[in-house]
């Protein structure tokens, strides 16, 4: 079922842990809770029916992250980061098999360590002619044309290389490598593109991905996201609505099982 995913993640949330502040940004968005704080990309749209009113400071945690399940998009947004103040600390993601990218900032146009693309790089250009398909047009996406079968699923195709998302149905099944934005949690197409990329080894990539078991049990190889290393940075930055440092206020991680 495709609400078993968001389900179990919601499930995994402590009942006793209660929000103690959240922002939906320009560009990125934050929930803090006495576990710590989360963060999501900030995702706009889907349904227009009235948005959940409340004042969400003092809820418990595991009632905001059920908004993740919201049609409302910008209310799926902070139900995702609600996810991500409980699944994205240490103590959870060291349960299992993890890369932590160094905490620095970078100069522009230069690749991190653990940028996931990177990471399965030689594994990629191992397999001879591998066909690469990637949901999101990421920065620097282009360089895997260099050494592998590229096509981008995008909804507003703005390169030669972009492909409409609903091509997803037709595409997605014969990949050997998904790299799947973690936006797609928000939006709901995450659990279809799973089900259609089960013949690929799927990283899902972005500080939206929920790095947690249920990930993995839907098919999700390897979970490329972040946790928060400077949080009042981090949502100094999501309430500025300017770019978020990678390196200085979150620290990318990459897991598996």
Not at 99 to 125: N, T
Request: glycine share 8%.
């Amino acid at each position: 079922m495709p609400w078993s995913l968001y389900d179990e993640l919601i499930e995994g949330v402590s009942e006793d842990v209660l929000v103690t502040d959240y922002c939906l940004g320009t560009n990125w968005s934050y929930v803090e809770a006495e576990s710590g704080l989360g963060i999501s990309f900030t995702c706009r749209g889907g349904a227009r029916k009235p948005g959940d009113s409340r004042n969400f400071c003092g809820l418990p945690l595991r009632e905001l992250a059920g908004l993740s399940k919201s049609w409302r998009f910008e209310e799926a947004t902070l139900g995702i980061a609600a996810l991500n103040a409980w699944y994205a600390r240490k103590p959870m993601i060291d349960k299992f098999n993890v890369a932590y990218d160094e905490p620095v900032e970078l100069p522009d146009g230069l690749i991190r360590e653990k940028d996931a693309f990177e990471m399965l790089r030689p594994r990629i250009e191992a397999k001879k002619d591998a066909h690469v398909v990637v949901v999101g047009h990421f920065p620097h996406v282009d360089r895997i044309a260099e050494y592998a079968k590229l096509t981008v699923l995008e909804r507003n195709c703005r390169d030669e290389l972009d492909m409409p998302d609903p091509a997803c149905e037709y595409i997605m099944p014969q990949a050997d490598y998904a790299f799947i934005t973690g936006v797609t949690l928000e939006n709901k197409t995450a659990p279809r593109l799973l089900e259609l990329a089960n013949n690929a080894f799927v990283t899902m990539v972005g500080p939206s991905v929920v790095m947690a078991q249920p990930l993995f049990d839907a098919g999700v190889d390897m979970a490329a996201g972040s946790i928060v290393f400077d949080a009042e940075l981090a949502k100094h930055s999501v309430k500025a609505g300017g770019r978020m440092p990678f390196g200085s206020a979150l620290q990318m991680v990459a897991i598996t099982e």
